[in-house]
């Protein structure tokens, strides 16, 4: 299994309050993202990063802001948590090229109350 | 229309079936196609990549028909431990990977 490393595994917060989801890697892939999964959507793409300080907005971005200042480590933050957000995270790495499959990290249980 | 649509089932077939799901996309210049197996509450995991020609991983055959813009995976000899939801997955240019919704598939002995 590719070494990615979600934390928390699960967090409960209150609506309002700042969150920060870690993503760390040990492939040293240049390709990283994260996703959120809610039923009936599947999985959609939340922020990616394509190299140190290079990132950009996926599908479902508003409300959320990324960073990623080492090759290994990509975080996710959610500015002031709202319950819409309650989701499970996941991240995701791919090497080579942008054409290459996702690995996933073991998911972030997020419930925002 | 979303990018990628899938049956989310449920298939719910016995054990040695064979099982076949289809999966459309809406973006003709779509690169690169995959399959994904996903059990309750686990991270998504690659099951195969999808290339033109077809392609063949032991039970499992997946192919890709660009002028129909759909993929395919079939599921031969099915186990108890095929039970999953499947997903399939298209590059629809540069990062973005979009996903479909997944199709459930329970294996019945």
């Known amino acids: 299994d590719a070494g990615i490393t979600q934390s928390p595994r699960h967090k409960v917060t209150e609506t309002g309050t700042p969150v920060t989801l870690r993503c760390h890697q040990t492939e040293n892939h240049r390709y990283m993202y994260w996703y959120r999964q809610d039923p009936g959507h599947g999985l959609r793409l939340i922020h990616y990063?394509?190299?140190?300080?290079?990132?950009d907005k996926g599908e479902v971005s508003d409300g959320y802001s990324v960073s990623r200042s080492k090759t290994e480590d990509f975080l996710l933050t959610l500015e002031s948590a709202t319950s819409s957000q309650t989701s499970v995270y996941f991240c995701a790495i791919s090497g080579a090229d942008y054409n290459s499959p996702l690995h996933f990290g073991n998911g972030t249980r997020l419930t925002v109350t | 229309r979303k990018e990628v649509e899938q049956d989310p089932g449920p298939f719910n077939v016995p054990e040695g079936a064979t099982v076949a799901f289809n999966c459309t996309y809406s973006?003709?210049?779509?690169?690169?196609f995959f399959w994904y197996r996903q059990d309750c509450r686990k991270e998504p995991k690659l099951l195969m990549s999808v290339y033109s020609s077809g392609n063949e991983d032991g039970r499992f055959t997946a192919q890709l028909n660009r002028a129909s813009q759909y993929i395919s995976l079939l599921i031969r000899d099915s186990k108890l431990s095929d039970s999953a939801t499947y997903l399939c997955?298209?590059?629809?240019?540069?990062?973005?990977?979009?996903f479909g919704a997944g199709t459930r598939l329970t294996v019945k002995p």
């Open positions: 973006n003709s210049a779509s690169q690169s």
């Open positions: 997955v298209v590059n629809i240019g540069s990062n973005d990977m979009r």
């Open positions: 990063s394509y190299g140190v300080k290079d990132t």
